[in-house]
């Protein structure tokens, strides 16, 4: 079982950065990681994933070229490094864990979520 805290939200002006991290209570090593999104009256939707390893990255389209998403094992923390951020990136921000190893943006094929941290961005 990990169990998964997610850190670093809070409110900036649009084209401000935040970094978001995800700690986890065990080794993260053999997970892929990924960060999802919900704004309010939205699904959740993908933001970004990166395999056990960190050699593959993908993101979502609406978040591509803004937002980088790495992972530091040793520390069993994953970030999400979000620049020129817009209004309608405000939702609350999960980290998921993915027991296959793959980076996928499907919420499936997670098995491990945080309780999401709020980033709200004022326009």
């Known amino acids: 079982q990990v169990q998964l805290v997610e850190s670093g939200g809070g409110l900036v002006q649009a084209g401000g950065s935040l970094r978001l991290s995800c700690a986890a209570s065990g080794r993260i090593s053999g997970y892929a990681m990924g960060w999802f999104r919900q704004a309010p009256g939205k699904e959740r939707e993908f933001v970004a994933t990166i395999n056990w390893w960190g050699g593959t990255t993908r993101y979502g389209d609406s978040v591509k070229g803004r937002f980088t998403i790495s992972r530091d094992n040793d520390k069993n923390t994953v970030y999400l490094q979000m620049n020129s951020l817009k209004a309608e990136d405000t939702a609350v921000y999960y980290c998921?864990?993915?027991?296959?190893?793959?980076?996928?943006?499907?919420?499936?094929?997670?098995?491990?979520w945080g309780q999401g941290t709020q980033v709200t961005v004022s326009s």
């Open positions: 998921a864990a993915s027991h296959g190893g793959i980076a996928s943006r499907t919420e499936g094929e997670y098995n491990y």
